[in-house]
């Protein structure tokens, strides 16, 4: 992957069309793009609709390659792209707030509108520290 190009668990890795390109220049998912959430999720909460549009700048992307063996361990894909292609957000439920997202939530934030996911991280630290969670 980016940081150890020779890991034996790329678990975050190229785009498959992109492995094998020499020049990576104008190869990145830039711009916003569509999320369905699960239901059942800290995400959908958050949000409050299944689809989402989100802001990328990225060429890495979940290796679809380790899908089954991390949801099996507790990780918890819940939001794709629209096909199901690609992993944008992963949740651990055994945990208060454990988010995972491809994509850039600071990139739509303003300061009194922030991203959804940050208001209710922020929801979860407070009912954390008072006990409630």
Request: aromatic share 10%.
């Amino acid at each position: 992957t980016e940081v150890d190009p020779a890991t034996p668990h790329p678990v975050i890795d190229l785009l498959p069309e992109q492995r094998k390109l020499k020049d990576l220049g104008g190869t990145m998912r830039l711009g916003s793009y569509p999320c369905r959430l699960l239901r059942e999720s800290k995400s959908f909460l958050a949000y409050g609709e299944e689809l989402i549009y989100e802001r990328h700048r990225h060429r890495y992307e979940f290796n679809n390659e380790y899908r089954e063996l991390l949801s099996s361990k507790g990780l918890k894909i819940v939001g794709t792209s629209p096909n199901g292609s690609l992993v944008e957000i992963v949740e651990l439920d055994e945990h208060p707030w454990f988010v995972g997202v491809q994509f850039h939530p600071e990139f739509k934030s303003r300061p009194y509108r922030p991203n959804p996911l940050f208001r209710e991280f922020l929801n979860a630290c407070i009912k954390q520290r008072e006990g409630r969670l």
